[in-house]
């Protein structure tokens, strides 16, 4: 394996983007005795945004663990650029692959800067002290994700989305090839989700890198994605562009909403008209 690879790509400019691929998956916890996920295959294509979309509970964030590595699945593998991510130590994936999940605990008397300092750890050895490059690629995170007028205050005094644009500022000074981001955008205000996903189509088209996100907002997820990943009861129920994969049997059958879709040209347009009674 070449440990230098996810350096060589940073110093590059993230110009030899990843992808991330997962073949006959079975996933699950420890609580169930049946896998909660199966999947035959799963493609985050390399230098693209892919959005998992799907109502509560069809397995997107199980999906999302296990394609970073939080969650071993019972079955099958996945693939980083043809290696799998088990293969990896978590140094070594980490400088390669950044996970920002929905559980961010941290004690609040940190301040933005600081806890945009932790993102810097898989390039540092135990001892060694931060160096000019982990300064810049801080600084750049901060600038990036829009908190550097927040850069000294403590986290216990910011409103949920500038903590949760901090978290991103952190995940992004890990500069990897890969980042994956569940929910981020999940009880944010709505200028708070635009600035969210204005940062990862920045990320995506200015330095390449591949993302992979869950979204609650599926016409949000078509708005901004390249790829979409439509799950439901655990499986993948369609896969490809925003254009193809939303349409209005697709809203019937995966979210159990009556809707109206108009193609224009920013994308799909979604007009939910009712509910689907579940007896239906």
């Not at 993102?119 to 600038?143: C, L, M, Q, W």
């Not at 697709?250 to 799909?268: E, I, N, Q």
């Amino acid at each position: 394996m070449d440990d230098d690879h996810g350096d060589r790509a940073n110093q590059n400019g993230h110009d030899a983007a990843s992808e991330l691929v997962g073949e006959d998956l079975e996933i699950g916890y420890p609580t169930t005795s049946e896998p909660v996920v199966e999947c035959d295959t799963v493609v985050v294509p390399r230098g693209e945004v892919t959005a998992l979309v799907g109502p509560n509970g069809s397995g997107k964030s199980t999906l999302l663990k296990a394609m970073a590595n939080q969650l071993a699945p019972e079955g099958g593998h996945v693939l980083l650029d043809g290696e799998q991510v088990q293969s990896f130590d978590s140094k070594q994936l980490a400088r390669r692959l950044g996970l920002l999940s929905q559980e961010n605990e941290s004690p609040g008397s940190l301040t933005v800067e600081d806890l945009v300092y932790h993102g810097r750890y898989p390039h540092r050895g135990f001892f060694e002290s931060v160096t000019e490059k982990d300064n810049d690629a801080v600084d750049r995170a901060i600038d990036l994700a829009g908190v550097d007028h927040l850069r000294d205050q403590e986290l216990r005094n910011l409103s949920g989305g500038q903590k949760q644009l901090a978290w991103i500022a952190m995940v992004l000074a890990q500069d990897t090839d890969v980042l994956l981001l569940d929910e981020p955008t999940t009880f944010l205000d709505l200028h708070h989700q635009l600035r969210v996903m204005d940062v990862v189509q920045t990320l995506n088209r200015e330095r390449n890198i591949t993302i992979g996100v869950v979204l609650h907002d599926i016409a949000q997820a078509a708005r901004f994605a390249d790829n979409l990943i439509a799950m439901r009861d655990g499986e993948m129920y369609d896969w490809g562009p925003p254009t193809d994969v939303v349409t209005e049997e697709l809203l019937a059958d995966v979210f159990r909403v009556d809707a109206t879709v108009d193609h224009g040209p920013s994308g799909p347009h979604i007009s939910p008209n009712v509910a689907i009674d579940d007896g239906e």
